[in-house]
């Protein structure tokens, strides 16, 4: 088998087990995160011993079931270990590492490694529509550094922030944005670390 193979394996024992602890923490079962995510149970069993591997709509369907983003889950998917050179309480992310992938409309990397209690990072959208509402139990701060963003917090109101501007919100609120003028934007956003994942 090659070295490639070999990673590929370790990668989805990764993710699998990176969705059980999700799940766990939510106090779901597998059938009941089979019917959140409209995937099967016999699939979602294999996805988390590391014998099936989703494809990005199904991770999609998944991450929202969990409250969460694909780029939380991929993120524990990929070796997220403190390199050799950086020992004690102390992580860098070089502007060319972090974990990417998709979240809330657009593409985010995650700016931490290891077990930080938050998980900042930085996002890039261009969506001039709004999607569908997130929602998770952890709270999330956004920073716009660039563009304008509409945010949507359903009952909490509609705000307009610009480069500058800042808002928190607390877990259980539901949130979307969007850009103001169907320009590229981009925000600086921390969300708090899930427990027990």
Known sequence: MSTGSVALDEQTERLGARIRSFRQARGLTLVELARL??????????????????????????????????????AGSTDQEL???????????????????????????????????????D????????????????????????????????????????PGDSLHYAGGTLHRWRSFDGKAYRMFIVKERRAGA
């Open 83 to 121: 390199p050799s050179g950086q020992r004690g309480r102390a992580s860098v992310v070089l502007a060319h590492e972090g974990v990417q992938g998709p979240f809330g409309g657009g593409q985010a990397r995650i700016l931490v490694r290891g077990d930080a209690p938050f998980i900042p990072m």
């Open 37 to 74: 995510s409209d995937l099967s149970h016999p699939f979602l069993s294999q996805l988390e011993r590391g014998h099936a591997r989703p494809s990005m709509p199904s991770l999609e369907r998944i991450a929202r079931a969990l409250g969460s983003s694909q780029v939380e889950l991929m």
């Open 123 to 162: 996002f890039a959208g261009q969506n001039a529509e709004f999607g569908e509402f997130y929602t998770h139990d952890e709270a999330e701060f956004l920073h716009v550094v660039s563009g304008t963003v509409v945010v949507d917090l359903a009952d909490e109101g509609i705000h307009t922030l610009e």
